[in-house]
């Protein structure tokens, strides 16, 4: 469905070259849901944004349906972005607020084609319908709803051109508990309903581990380990991976949170450690490890892990 | 007791109207004892923490009724001079949650650790800097010696924070109220100021309030929790009371509305409705509007019913 | 004030402000031939007659008159005509063009930004009178020099603030979208950019008024601006100075016209941008 080849993003900044994204590839499966999953600053964000075309990459592909975006002529370029949509993490700077529900949610559609005035209305109201708003919201401002109404309208906005993919930049972490299940369960629905294709973007491991069947953990710009969330999350072989899964506080008293897994703090963008770029911060750390970048190694079906340890001990 | 609060309400009178922040809590901390307040943005749990130390938003915020007692002295009626003397970064002491803004960028942290030190006469001179130094050697800031006279900028995320818990357990407070301290904070970051907390909690018997969003943060680090939903405090209790067995319909549903490591993939079960407004709030149980549980009683504000072992629950459910 | 039986939108209402610059748009609006005096009318026997509650004032010549006799308030009231007009064009075109230009500096950035911005530097390091004495010379002196060199001056005010608006507005969520979703530039200009930057604008015109009052009588006070026999407060200025130490009023009177303008257009502006402010409205 979408596949990513050796992405590379660097930033030019007054303090230097920030290597944002360096050599990331990954193919998200159709009407699977792909997790991009790190610390903040780790670059997850940059390529959601060189998916949906806001940034472009300083090499490497993206391919959607075999086809290279880069390469695009302006009409498929036009098809593309019909076809994918995006839900970003604050309800309150994705919506604009001097405009109506029904203007946020038209404009997508009307980007791409001339609905008569009734078939834009009828259209509003479906769209509403799915995300369980009445067809009324669509005469109101974002400002008259709840974080939870304002990501629903999102999505629905989302919705409006039936995209097959979905890019969700961390869309609940700005919400309240109680109204995330909401907002996960209906993306759930929907991608059942409709058969999309979801890419998350998201740092709550919990919420990865429940929403997604296949994940790529990203530290400082390069994949780490990558594959089926189950495999990825029972046996992580990555020590990147098992220090990020150690150091979940979990909702039980009884567990003991691991201390140790990961010392030290994430380096900068602007000057990463050389190769693994976890080295610094690894217990398993050995001669390799600061010298070359580890290769991603088979770790079963699909299971992927850039880690020198599983050069002699493959799965 | 350190500290015992009894029906505490505090108001903010906004032009919109009298918004009931806080209505009615109870709560006590034991000496080196960690209390969860935890509850969804808007349940009043940081305005909580802020009036335990009269720190509430200028012209609107009035404590209506109810005492705070620390060490049996009563802050309520305290005098606004004698709070900032004695109280304020001394015997309490607050820890923020975002470590950018609580350090001011343009003095040296060695100034902004001594700060309260110097404020509340405790060293001058050499004696003071000895003792920023041993402060920021308690929160484990790397050779601390040579980094007096650095800045905010030169130091991490983590490290910010370290700082900032140095500033609050600088002089030797009682009660240490830490509001969402881990939340700007990376997992692997977290985990290193929750075993810091844990450790100036040893080391000093200082008792801790950790006020938190997070259920998972608040299982690693208290001994007991309280739950609050709109202003009140639904149910509290030892946190293997509140995780094992919940007893109130909000505690269970926030709960099970939570995605755990490690369980199956099964469908979360979600709250249905959001939170009531705070101005006029419904007279009887306040989460009744999206409880399963409902009946016709829950009109009428539910009565707080002891389950043994410092465990309660504020609902009619229970009553029966 | 706290009047119940006014609507809930005008309560509140600077309206001390909001009478003065209603009474100085009425005498721009009804023009000198309306006025019971014709504010050119000599009247020698009237000359330095002082104003009408001082000894040998008269009601006839209530703010007093000037050298050669003439009305000072009709001259004040046919001044507001000038002051008017030039901050209507002043204020168009100068708003106009800065925010054109700093939407355009703040959306694209780069070389685009880079090039408005050192064009803002430069124009912000030209003294304006300098600038306005060069065109004064080339141009004739007159109103729509005045404008001109106003709008020379001011553009570069609203493209920096205007700029700094877009910077933060590109950066939220709802932009990216409408780019994710295919929507054009010249959209997203429109929908998404303008209504946001319109309460600014707003602002920065009211608070420009006074401005462009002060900068319209300093040029004619100096010579490049109004000429006679059209009337401008900062002609009348220009013409009593030389005789401020026995006709004080010649040259207080339009003083206090054009600070009480200036005064209520800032109040007024500050008001409407409380006012404006979805933040400060919401409590």
Known sequence: MLELAGITKHYRTRNGVVRAVEDVSFTVPPKGTMALVGESGCGKTTIAKIILQLERPISGTVRFEGADIATMSRAALHAYRRQVAAVFQDPYSSLNPRLRVHRIIAEPILAHERPGRAALDKRIAEVLDIVGLPATAATLYPHEFSGGQRQRIAIARALALQPRLMVLDEPVSALDVSIRAQVLNLLQDIQAEFGLTYLIIAHDLALVEHFSSDVAVIYLGRVAESGPTEPVFANPRHPYTQALLAAVPLPDPDHVLSETAATGEIASALNPPSGCRFHPRCPHVFAPCPATVPPAYPAGAGHHVACHLLKDSPA | MLLQVENLRMHLHLRRGVLQAVDGINLHVAEGETLGLVGESGSGKTLTGLSLLRLLPKGSGRIESGSIRLDGQELTTLPEAELARDIRGRRIAMIMQDPMTSLNPVFSIGDQ??????????????????????????????????????YPHQFSGGQRQRIVAAMAIGCTPRLLV??????????????????????????????????????????????????????????????????????HPYTQALLAAIPRLHSKRTRLAAIPGQPPSLIDPPSGCRFAARCPMRMDQCAAPPPTVDLGDGHSAACWKLAN | ???????????????????????VGLCAAIGEDMFPFDPNQLDLS??????????????????????LGRDILSRIMAGSRVSVIVCFYAILFSGGIGALAGMIAGYFGGIVDAVLMRLIEIQQSIPAIALALILAAALEPGLSTVVVVIVLTYWAWYARIIRGEIIALKGRDYIAFARVAGVGTATIFV???????????????TLQVGQVILFEASLSFLGLGIQQPDISWGLMLADARQYITNAWWAITMPGIAIMLTCLSANVFGDWLRDRLDPKLRQL
Request: with cysteine; proline share 8%; hydrophobic share 45%.
């Open chain 2, 113 to 150: 650790v001594g700060g309260p030190l110097r404020n509340h006469d405790i060293a001058r001179g050499t004696a003071l800097r000895s003792a920023v130094v041993d402060v920021l050697k308690r929160v484990r800031i790397p050779s601390p010696e040579d980094r007096l006279g650095d």
């Open chain 2, 178 to 247: 830490a509001d969402e301290p881990t939340t700007a904070l990376d997992v692997t970051i977290q985990v290193q100021i929750i075993a810091l907390l844990r450790q100036i909690q040893h080391d000093q018997g200082v008792g801790i309030i950790l006020i938190t969003h997070d259920l998972g943060v608040a299982a690693s680090l208290c001994r007991r929790i309280a739950v609050m939903y709109a202003g009140q405090i639904v149910e509290t209790g030892p946190v293997r009371a509140i995780y094992r067995s919940p007893s």
């Open chain 3, 1 to 23: 004030m706290r009047a119940s039986w006014l609507p809930e939108w005008a309560r509140g209402l600077p309206w001390l402000p909001l009478l003065v610059l209603a009474a």
């Open chain 3, 46 to 67: 009237a000359a330095f007659r002082p104003p009408a509650w001082q000894e040998k004032g008269s009601l006839l010549n209530p703010l007093g008159a000037d050298n």
């Open chain 3, 191 to 205: 929908r998404h950019l303008l209504p946001n930057i319109f309460n600014t604008l707003v602002v920065l015109a």
